[in-house]
């Protein structure tokens, strides 16, 4: 009955997915482009409707998934959403392996935004938007987009949303949990078009802004330009975008208080004035580095790109302004920290979280007051909350689980004969859900050197790092498969 279930919710999932193909289709159509976009989108876009009918076959049953099978369901439904998603890049004409397309799915579902495609202004408007479109289904999360259809299926959520969600713990601030996950996707719907506008206000087409938008409020990185942002040239759209990076590298639970009128107790919060500082702080850091070079631009211009590649890298969003390999190795060096932190839990961003590197300083600042009095005993605050001893060895066990994983995959990558920096910022790229990193895979350059193994291992690392590491390596435990 179990296994059914499994079937029918990621029959359901992908039915969803091919739904979202299918206004891509439209839209290609309205512009202009309907050979093309026929050709690329009909064959996924019937398979998810063929899996949605032979679901309700199958299955009828109101059941609940047992965790095991939750953790299971997760992975499953993100994989098999990658290799639906893949079928457009594969069928669009470019040449591509099936390592490619699988590669640039996984990326844009995952929100990393590494591609492997070298002209990017050359493919159709369609695959541009579906490009776009997954990287916005995969910001928020297309289980918890999923979760909130899953009472008309009789199906219990929560499971699936703890094992997918991208933090330590899973607020749910209403009583249904499926009201919770209607309520994230209905502000992260709402920033997503508040964002469109103003972008369309600057000086973007309507297509470009909606692509854009798509992209920053997923945190991940994915343009319709070979340029980046860098392309339209513009400080408007450089601080707008700047602002709704730091906005969706924000936990959502935030942004919830703030509507509900409860600002004083969502300012108080300790992650996100953690993450505001280290913004600020790594911005100003790489201002006055800039400013240093010489009086070629003005201070308010090196200001600029400071605070929006600052922004870009630690909401692991991705985006670029200019190439930042040719900056100094000072500002480079800030970057590069960045890449470890990532932004808030509960946001679109990847990376290790705010939170989880703060909580552990605590602890280790804990560890060294109990060194100079064994006799005291000292708890761990955060938020005013106090941190039970089992949330900080999780927070310890998943933090060291991604830096061993971060290893790992670094060695893989330099097996294939690469050098230090590009195998360990291709992986933390990967892993973190960045994108770009450097030397061999900069800002200006793309991930198609790689041959098909590496991007197949790289597409499984930005799997692991997108479902938080748990949900992932638990699968390969023996007693994960234990009766």
């Known amino acids: 009955m179990e296994a059914r279930a499994l079937f029918r919710a990621i029959s359901v999932l992908l039915s969803i997915v091919a ?55 997760v992975v ?83 499971t699936l949303m703890e094992a997918e969600a991208p933090g330590p713990q899973v607020d749910k601030f209403t009583p249904r949990l499926s009201h919770t996950a209607s309520i994230l996707w209905l502000i992260y719907l709402c920033l997503t078009v508040i964002l469109t506008i103003l972008l369309m206000i ?12 798509f992209a920053t409020m997923a945190t991940g990185g994915i343009s319709t330009r070979n340029a980046s942002v ?3 040239d513009s400080a408007f759209i450089q601080i707008v975008i700047t602002i709704f990076m730091i906005l969706a590298g924000t936990g959502f639970t935030i942004h919830w208080r703030m509507l509900t009128g409860k600002r004083k ?6 992650e996100w004035r953690v993450y505001i500082g280290i913004f600020a702080v790594s911005s100003i850091l790489i201002w006055i580095t800039l400013v240093r070079l010489g009086p070629d631009r003005l201070w308010t211009e090196n200001l600029r790109h400071a605070c929006f590649q600052v922004a870009s890298i630690l909401t692991t969003t ?67 909350k106090y941190m039970h001893k089992k949330i900080v060895y999780d927070i310890a066990a998943m933090v060291y ?50 041959p098909g193994w590496i991007k197949c291992w790289l597409s499984f690392i930005m799997l692991v790092g997108r479902l938080e590491v748990y949900t992932v390596l638990v699968l390969l435990t023996r007693a994960f498969w234990k009766r």
């Open 230 to 232: 860098g392309a339209f």
């Open 76 to 158: 499953l439904s993100w994989i098999a959403a990658a290799l639906l998603g893949a079928i457009p890049f594969y069928l669009a004409g470019f040449s591509l392996t099936p390592a490619d397309a699988f590669f640039e799915s996984m990326s844009g579902f995952t929100t990393t935004g590494s591609t492997i495609l070298t002209d990017i202004e050359a493919l159709p408007r369609s695959l541009l938007l579906w490009r776009a479109t997954t990287h916005w289904l995969g910001g928020m999360g297309i289980v918890v987009l999923t979760v909130a259809v899953f009472p008309l299926l009789g199906i219990s959520g929560r």
């Open 19 to 73: 739904l979202f193909m299918l206004a891509c289709m439209l839209a290609g159509i309205f512009m202009g482009e309907a050979t093309a976009t026929i050709d690329i989108f009909t064959i996924p876009v019937v398979a998810g409707a063929f899996l949605f009918v032979l679901s309700l076959i199958v299955s009828s049953k109101s059941v609940e998934l047992s965790q095991r099978s939750g953790y299971l369901f």
């Open 318 to 384: 991705g985006f670029a302004t200019e190439d930042y390999l040719l900056w100094p190795a000072f500002a480079q060096t800030v970057l590069f920290t960045l890449m470890f932190i990532g932004g808030c839990a509960g946001s679109t961003a990847g990376g290790i979280k705010v939170g989880r590197a703060y909580t552990l300083f605590k602890m280790a600042l804990s560890e060294m007051k109990y060194l100079l009095n064994p006799h005291a005993v000292y708890g761990i605050f955060v938020s005013g």
């Open 265 to 270: 107790e969502a300012l108080k919060d300790h």
């Open 202 to 213: 600057g000086g973007m087409s309507w297509f470009d802004a909606v692509t854009h938008a």
């Open 401 to 450: 689980l991604f830096l061993g994983t971060a290893l790992l995959s670094t060695l893989v990558v330099s097996s294939a004969g690469y050098d230090i920096l590009t195998s360990l910022t291709a992986t933390l790229a990967a892993q973190g859900n960045i994108g770009p990193g450097f030397s061999l895979v900069g800002p200006a350059l793309n991930y198609a050197f790689f």
